[in-house]
């Protein structure tokens, strides 16, 4: 009982949980929303979601990882200038962004109705305001290692919107009132964050320029490294839905294997919202074996952890894909089974990029952020828009000498060609991620002087020592 107690008690055990607990609620709201909606509507909800969460990275990527660093060993008067310069600048920020929106789509409003994304140009400012506090206190929560606050007030934000959902079934609602009830769910969470001081919203009288210099000249590389992260997944939905030939319908039909890889990221999420307090700890106090060590059984042990869920994920790639979006999707397994293959490789990518940020290296990390989405952008660029004119016209003259009359071999070589793109797109994502474990592995090693093999020798001790305590009966 008392182990039980030690490992469901461990931040480890609560930022897994956090991330995924909060993982299956958003997989829920997904399986509704995608059979609750038309597929065209529900390509404007993906445009709208993935816009918000890259002008969030946006919004944040200048404070979050530079709250998280040097928050975690701040004394108390320097914590709270800290908190203060977080909740400031991130006001300004929000400001300024839905300035921004307001007036771009005041001038082209009737051009971005027609482009799909109408939905966020509307609506985001809104929610960029009602969701600031909430996104607030998960940077300060994280810094102070206090994952069950954290599990709590998430579990609050995505558990209504999906209560709702579930209800929602019934009364069958459109797409406003549920973009309505969507907002509420991130009022109710930053008015919970906000009265509990979990946002810091307190201390923001006591911001003091030294403490928002600190902030500024770490996360002007951060920043760039985070929005590029983000642009490594958002990029293949906005491509896809710029695309005349791909549209909303491209976008709908490539969110659900793409949905499906937070399967993957639920323990790596975990893993380095853990790692980086702990590694930026002991680079902020000189051992760098400590920072080796960490890195060494974060990166190594995943991955090692990941090859059984990838495995099978690969071999059930049908079954998943139907569970998560029905028959109407099921042409999408094979990009899936791609996304796994990009699952093997992802836990080295993330915790070099944590390792490089805790060392005091962000701008190695932008670096190595920028050759990815560098690369992953041409390439999508390169598939969407130049792939789909050599297939079609060569599936259409495969098709009408095979026999099929011209009009139905036209909505056969669409349907094909649409699907074999996006499987080239999801492949773009492998090459990329190569991209950035080269470039990643040559800035940190020269920072910490790692190497490579000790990855995985000392990540399988590492998994082998885990598997023990959760399985102490077995040999392996």
């Known amino acids: 009982m008392n182990r039980f107690r030690q490992i469901i008690t461990s931040n480890n055990f609560l930022s ?3 991330n995924g607990l909060v993982a299956i609620f958003a997989f829920l709201s997904f399986i509704m929303l995608v059979r609750m909606v ?5 390509g404007e909800w993906v445009l709208f979601i993935t816009a918000s969460n890259f002008i969030d990275m946006l ?5 979050r990882t530079a709250i998280i660093r040097f928050l975690s060993g701040a004394k108390h008067e320097d914590a709270m200038k800290l908190m203060g310069a977080n909740n400031t600048i991130n006001l300004i920020s929000t400001i300024l962004l839905a300035l921004i929106l307001f007036i771009i789509y005041s001038f082209e409003s009737e051009s971005i109705r027609e482009s799909g994304f109408d939905m966020f140009f509307k609506w985001y400012p809104l929610l960029a305001f009602l969701s600031l506090p909430f996104n607030n206190a998960q940077s300060v929560l994280q810094a102070q290692l206090r994952f069950d606050k954290m599990l709590w007030l998430r579990l609050v934000n995505v558990g209504t919107f999906m209560i709702f959902l579930a209800v929602n079934f019934f009364l069958k609602y459109d797409i406003t ?3 309505f009830a969507y907002l509420i769910a991130n009022l109710l969470s930053s008015l919970i964050a ?4 979990w946002d810091g919203i307190r201390y923001i009288f006591k911001t003091k320029m030294d403490a928002v210099k600190i902030i500024l000249n770490f996360g002007k590389y951060t920043t760039g490294t985070l929005i590029g ?3 490594l997944k958002s990029s293949d939905t906005f491509i896809i839905g710029l695309s005349a030939f791909l549209g909303p319908l491209g976008v709908a039909l490539y969110s659900v294997p793409l949905k499906l890889t937070e399967i993957i990221e639920i323990p790596l999420r975990s893993f380095a919202a853990t790692a980086f307090p702990g590694m930026s700890k002991a680079s902020l106090e000189n051992n760098p074996s400590e920072v080796k060590r960490i890195f060494y059984a974060n990166a190594g042990g995943t991955t090692f952890l990941m090859i059984p869920i990838m495995l099978f994920s690969f071999i059930f790639a049908e079954e998943i894909v139907f569970i998560l979006g029905g028959s109407d999707y099921l042409v999408t397994a094979n990009i899936f089974r791609i996304f796994c293959v990009y699952g093997l490789m992802l836990p080295i990518d993330r915790f070099i990029g944590v390792a490089l940020d805790s060392v005091n290296q962000p701008k190695s990390n932008f670096i190595k952020v920028l050759y990815m989405t560098a690369a992953n952008i041409i390439g999508d660029l390169l598939v969407v828009f130049g792939l789909p004119t050599l297939m079609l016209g060569f599936s259409f003259f495969v098709l009408v000498v095979s026999g ?5 071999a036209y909505d056969l070589a669409h349907g094909l060609t649409i699907v074999k793109t996006l499987e080239f797109v999801a492949i773009i994502t ?6 950035g474990i080269a470039v990643g592995f040559h800035y940190l090693s020269k920072a910490i002087n790692i190497k490579f093999l000790d990855i995985f020798k000392i990540g399988y001790s590492e998994t082998y020592k885990l598997l023990k305590v959760y399985l102490p009966q077995r040999k392996f």
Do not use: K, M, W, Y
């Open 38 to 42: 038309p597929q065209e509507t529900f």
């Open 194 to 197: 906000s009265s509990l001081n």
């Open 59 to 63: 919004r944040f990527g200048i404070t």
């Open 430 to 435: 492998i090459l990329f991620t190569l991209i």
């Open 16 to 18: 897994l949980a956090n």
């Open 404 to 408: 099929v009359f011209p009009d139905s």
């Open 177 to 179: 009132i549920i973009l």
């Open 229 to 231: 992260s983000n642009l």
